[in-house]
């Protein structure tokens, strides 16, 4: 298995809901990624976990919380949101943190689809 | 602080043409360089992966270049098919602890049959 596997697709929601994204890799990666895509615009990161703890948070709102609850899953917990969160999100993995050697690719998902009314 | 660009933002071709991609960054100290691709509202595809102890990598019809001292890099696809047609985006993964990819703009690529 080569994969990341994202679901939803497509999530539409309304400023009071709470739902969540899934990602999930059976690549034994140990570094999990949260990227955000708006439109026409590069992915900007979000998360970084590594060894299910939480590395790296790029001064995210809290209404975004991202859990990895083993090493296989990681989650994002969507609650409050505003129309402006409307992008594609977009999780990615890689064997390890970098650690001084750039030899690892970073796989991504085909990405969930946000739209927030 | 790491900058991207690419060059063009859009390429139109026509079929079967060679074609190249152009990525510049600014700051040299990079760990590797990372090209995707990406078709409209998919996630992103990864094409290549330079090391900054490598000039180039090469897969198929693709070549990618790495001149790490001018900070430069080029994609080179041959023989270009209507199916390469989607926006080519190039990553750089800079030294000094942080994860973080940064990403250029990407190239619009069209070609045509």
């Known amino acids: 298995d080569t994969e990341v596997t994202q679901t939803p697709k497509h999530l539409v929601m309304g400023m009071t809901n709470k739902k969540s994204l899934k990602c999930e890799q059976h690549?034994?990666?140990?570094?999990m990624y949260w990227y955000k895509q708006k439109a026409k615009k590069p992915p900007e990161l979000m998360f970084v976990?590594?060894?299910?703890?939480?590395?790296i948070n790029e001064s995210v709102p809290s209404r975004f919380s991202p859990e990895c609850p083993n090493s296989s899953l990681l989650n994002l917990h969507l609650h409050a949101l505003q129309p402006e969160d409307s992008a594609l999100y977009l999780c990615?993995?890689?064997?390890?943190?970098?650690?001084?050697?750039?030899?690892?690719?970073?796989?991504f998902g085909a990405g969930s689809r946000l739209t927030v009314l | 602080k790491q900058e991207v660009t690419q060059i063009p933002a859009a390429l139109s071709v026509p079929e079967g043409e060679n074609l190249v991609l152009n990525c510049s960054f600014t700051?040299?100290?990079?760990?590797?360089l990372q090209w995707f691709r990406q078709d409209p509202g998919k996630g992103l595809t990864s094409l290549l992966l330079?090391?900054?102890?490598?000039r180039e990598q090469t897969s198929g019809r693709l070549n990618a270049s790495l001149d790490k001292s001018s900070g430069r890099s080029t994609l080179y696809i041959a023989a270009s098919q209507p199916g390469d047609s989607a926006t080519y985006l190039c990553?750089?993964?800079?030294?000094?602890?942080?994860?973080?990819?940064?990403f250029g703009k990407g190239t619009k690529l069209t070609v045509n049959p």
């Open positions: 330079i090391q900054s102890s490598q």
């Open positions: 990553a750089v993964l800079t030294q000094g602890g942080s994860e973080k990819l940064v």
């Open positions: 976990y590594s060894y299910e703890k939480l590395s």
């Open positions: 700051d040299s100290a990079i760990y590797n």
């Open positions: 990615a993995s890689k064997p390890r943190l970098t650690g001084g050697s750039g030899a690892n690719v970073l796989t």
């Open positions: 690549m034994g990666h140990r570094a």
